[in-house]
């Protein structure tokens, strides 16, 4: 079966630190992944996602990025964080464009 | 006008009650829909897709309406743990999964 891990669970970052969310995925191969951003109250917002490795597509522009270094990981990046960084962060895999979307856990990032 | 949009809620409703959600879409070439569950400060997780000719899971029947361009949720004999933030999904031919903003759902005892 399938697992999707998200690290960390929670971070407190001071504004202007860098970021680095990492998300892996296992017993799949060549899925698609995404990267969801979550603010208090708010819907689900698409950041980036990614078709295969070193394949990113931006969704929003802003301070973040995305990498694939390997088939399976999905790192989410910033060299400066601000205080609207602050959010719930999900990464999600799927077989293909149109197949269901599975969720990790989620990283809750407050910035000071 | 937003792409998907929900009830704005939240829906409190007692145990045992009937409840039903409507979500609408603007965009006619959308094609696939699904309906997410997300409890409170967890990720969404899949409820049911939603076929064209509706379907049913136990409690809950999705239906879709693409003359109107709306799907719907209803959940019958609600339970406590039916507590949920309930989110629309739809796609269109390739693009991304759009969600709805929720609607968020309390049973009460």
């Known amino acids: 079966s399938q697992t999707i891990h998200q690290w960390p669970a929670t971070l407190v970052q001071p504004v202007g630190s860098p970021l680095s969310l990492e998300c892996t995925v296992e017993?799949?191969?060549?899925?698609?992944l995404y990267w969801y951003r979550q603010a208090a109250g708010r819907g689900l917002q698409l950041l980036f996602y990614s078709v295969g490795i070193g394949q990113i597509s931006s969704e929003v522009p802003q301070n973040l990025s995305a990498s694939r270094p390997q088939d399976r990981q999905f790192i989410l990046s910033s060299k400066k964080l601000l205080l609207s960084d602050s959010g719930f962060y999900l990464c999600?895999?799927?077989?293909?464009?149109?197949?269901?979307?599975?969720f990790g856990p989620g990283t809750r990032l407050l910035v000071l | 006008r937003k792409e998907v949009e929900q009830d704005p809620g939240p829906f409190n409703v007692p145990e045992g009650a009937t409840v039903a959600f409507n979500c609408t879409y603007s965009?006619?070439?959308?094609?696939?829909f699904f309906w997410y569950r997300q409890d409170c400060r967890k990720e969404p997780k899949l409820l049911m897709s939603v076929y064209s000719s509706g379907n049913e899971d136990g409690r809950f029947t999705a239906q879709l309406n693409r003359a109107s361009q709306y799907i719907s949720l209803l959940i019958r004999d609600s339970k406590l743990s039916d507590s949920a933030t309930y989110l629309c999904v739809v796609i269109v031919y390739g693009q991304n999964f759009v969600f709805g903003p929720g609607t968020r759902l309390s049973v009460l005892p």
């Open positions: 999600a895999w799927s077989r293909g464009g149109k197949e269901t979307q599975y």
């Open positions: 965009n006619s070439a959308s094609q696939s």
């Open positions: 017993g799949t191969s060549n899925p698609n």
